[in-house]
């Protein structure tokens, strides 16, 4: 019984895709006995290769639809497992056209059958508990899918890559253990405008949208563990995933608990889990890996990008980028130069094999998964992961 409602959200999971794919009785009944058996789905050669594999959770709103299937599109690799959100305000419907645009817009996910769209909705916030309640629904989905990815970035409507995932090869120089957490015990004026801060979430308990509200007293300063923050967007390691997850140590449920009455608590709570871990204080790269621009001092979320942030945007080598404008021009520079993605197609990579006519879709087509062409930017992306590495190796202690 207890195995049954775990499967639960897995279930409705794939319900929204298969229902309508037709394939319900091939592919997707054989991920749910795979997973349940945690066995691997994707690509049963993953192990013996060198390149990572990926798990993308990727989230928006209501009206998001179209930006997600466009994100999808320029991240999408048959190696890799995406887990697609469309938070509570948006329709059933809503999820059902974005599971038919995947199904007819990337072929290569009907035969791979690496993308979900979540079936049963997290609430619609971009503050309080409930969006690490959203973050924590979607890791233990995807631990639950596939036992086979290495790292799970957390992605938004409003993020676009900087590189292909053929480049994204290049994190095979990194240990698998990394965690890229951009974090500071310094916190500064957070202290007293975060740290402090006692919030309510009514995302948690309340149907409707409801403004969170904010107790009067403050409470101190954190004692038994240290308080770290930083960037909101990370990419976690699968072993700290499933210390987070499944672990029998409390740290990770203390903190979450701690940081139900938080305000933003994902800018703080995976850094501070991590960094008051003595398994994995030394994982922590300090970085989130995405090209931002903020205001000084910063405001809630960083500028948004156009085409005249586009060479600064493409020199620092970060593989994820934010805030785009739905559409904005910038992007169709990105597909064009950087990735090199035909209108409404994937990101082409060494596992297509169609041929080179134009106008034909080369990943309609496609070969050994395993088969990686890194471009230009893949080493790019290698001296900057190198970079880090080293910042880390020299400094005595991480986690500052
Ligand atoms: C890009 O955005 C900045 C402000 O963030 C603005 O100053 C600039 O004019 C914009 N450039 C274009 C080409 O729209
Ligand atoms: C973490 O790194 C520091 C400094 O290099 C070292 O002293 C400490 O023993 C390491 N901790 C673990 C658990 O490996």
């Known amino acids: ?38 066995s691997l789905i994707v690509s049963s050669s993953a192990a013996a290769s060198p390149s990572p594999s990926f798990a993308y959770y990727i989230s928006g709103l209501r009206g998001d639809g179209p930006r997600l299937v466009r994100l999808l599109l320029a991240v999408y690799h048959p190696r890799n ?28 996910s009907r035969a791979f059958g690496n993308v979900d769209v979540l079936g049963k ?30 790292w799970l970035v957390t992605l938004s ?31 500064g004026w957070k202290d007293y405008h975060r740290v402090q801060l ?20 403050r409470r101190p300063t954190t004692e038994s563990f240290k308080f770290f923050s930083g960037s909101p967007w990370v990419i976690l390691s699968r072993p700290f995933i499933e210390f987070c997850i499944l ?45 931002m621009v903020w205001d000084n001092p910063p405001q809630m979320e960083p500028h948004f990008l156009n085409v005249s942030d586009h060479d600064n945007m493409v020199h620092t080598g970060a593989p994820f980028a934010r805030q785009f404008h739905m559409d904005d021009p910038v992007l169709e520079k990105i597909d064009r130069e950087i990735l090199r993605r035909g209108y409404n197609q994937v990101v082409p990579g060494g596992w297509c094999t169609g041929d080179g006519r134009p106008w034909f879709d080369p990943c309609s087509k496609w070969g050994d998964p395993n088969l990686v062409k890194p471009g230009p930017r893949a080493e790019k992306l290698k001296e ?9 190796d020299s400094q005595s202690g991480w986690c500052k």
Not at 121 to 150: C, Q
């Open 157 to 187: 409507a409003a993020d676009y890559p900087m590189v292909s995932q053929d480049d994204i090869h290049a994190f095979s120089s990194a240990p698998r253990e990394i965690n890229f957490i951009d974090h500071t015990s310094n916190i």
């Open 1 to 38: 019984m207890a195995a049954l409602r775990c499967l639960f959200p897995v279930l409705s999971a794939l319900f929204v895709l298969s229902a309508l794919s037709g394939f319900f009785a091939s592919t997707s009944s054989s991920s749910v006995a795979s997973s349940s058996s945690k």
């Open 81 to 108: 497992r995406y887990l697609l959100h469309l938070a509570s305000d948006a329709s059933d419907r809503e999820r059902m056209d974005l599971a038919r645009a995947v199904r007819s817009r990337v072929p290569a």
């Open 384 to 392: 900057l992961v190198k970079k880090l590495l080293e910042e880390r």
């Open 247 to 291: 672990g029998w140590d409390n740290l990770p449920r203390t903190l979450l608990l701690y940081f139900a009455n938080a305000l933003i608590p994902e800018e703080s709570y995976f850094h501070s889990v991590a960094c008051n871990s003595h398994d994995f204080q030394n994982t922590t790269l300090n970085s989130d890996l995405r090209y």
């Open 121 to 150: 909705p997290n609430a619609a916030t971009n503050m309080g508990s409930s969006v690490l309640a959203s973050v924590h629904h979607a890791t233990a989905v995807m631990l639950r899918l596939d036992g086979g990815w290495d």
């Open 198 to 217: 006692i919030v309510v979430d009514p995302g948690i308990y309340l149907a409707r949208r409801a403004q969170i509200f904010h107790a009067t007293e």
